[in-house]
């Protein structure tokens, strides 16, 4: 059974469609996050939720919502997409809030905006 | 504020060894290490705390110098199977919490 799961794996979209990537994690655990890796494999968390709660949102565009609907899935909603949000999303969980824990990753979702 | 990593880049040969810099601007609570190989996710490796010991992951280890707000990750006798990028994530400062990741190391190990 995989831990950390996501769907799809490989998306390919026009400027201006909205799309979801779902994430489930089997583990357990209390914390889920979404990272965005650009194509230069720079890693920047986007959002942390804890228990369906949201606790860390970084400075990214109102366009891209987050949803728990429960403490094992996370999903993240894109807007109006735009060139610039092609790059490969990871969700990731943790067993701990507040102090992290090891970061379990999914296998990620590369996101083609053409 | 993100970590910075260095060396950006280290070509090796099977059985030499390497070191990874990571170092912040701000206190740190905890200097993770991560490992990603080519289209896979990241992949855990060791957790440092401050005030804790130095971690051994096989033949890998890691030190933290609170002091410094450096971390070092050290590759000995390298495999074939080291090869990859490697991240150091940062806690602390403002940021609790929330992990911060450097712009990575790429390792290549040539047999």
């Known amino acids: 059974d995989t831990a950390v799961s996501q769907t799809p794996k490989y998306l390919v979209t026009q400027m201006g469609n909205d799309k979801s990537i779902k994430c489930e994690q089997n583990l357990g655990h209390d914390t889920m996050y979404w990272y965005k890796q650009d194509s230069k494999k720079f890693l920047k968390i986007m959002f942390s939720y804890n228990n369906k709660e949201l606790i860390i949102n970084e400075t990214v565009p109102n366009r891209f919502s987050p949803k728990s609907p429960d403490k094992a899935h996370l999903n993240l909603h894109i807007n109006s997409l735009e060139l610039g949000d092609s790059a490969v999303y990871f969700c990731?969980?943790?067993?701990?809030?507040?102090?992290?824990?090891?970061?379990?990753f999914g296998e990620g979702s590369r996101l083609t905006v053409l | 504020q993100q970590p910075v990593q260095s060396p950006q880049a280290v070509i090796l040969r099977e059985g030499e060894d390497a070191v990874i810099n990571c170092s912040s601007s701000?206190?740190?609570?905890?200097v993770h290490w991560y490992r990603q190989k080519h289209g896979e996710a990241p992949v855990f490796l060791m957790i440092l705390l401050k005030g804790g010991e130095q971690m051994r992951h096989e033949k890998i280890s890691a030190s933290f110098n609170e002091k410094k707000q450096q971390s070092s990750l050290y590759l000995t006798a390298s495999q074939l199977s080291y090869s990859g990028t490697y991240f150091c994530g940062t806690e602390g400062g403002t940021s609790y919490g929330k992990l911060t990741f450097g712009q990575g190391t790429i390792l290549t190990v040539h047999p």
């Open positions: 990731a969980s943790s067993p701990a809030s507040g102090i992290i824990g090891e970061l379990f």
């Open positions: 701000k206190a740190l609570y905890s």
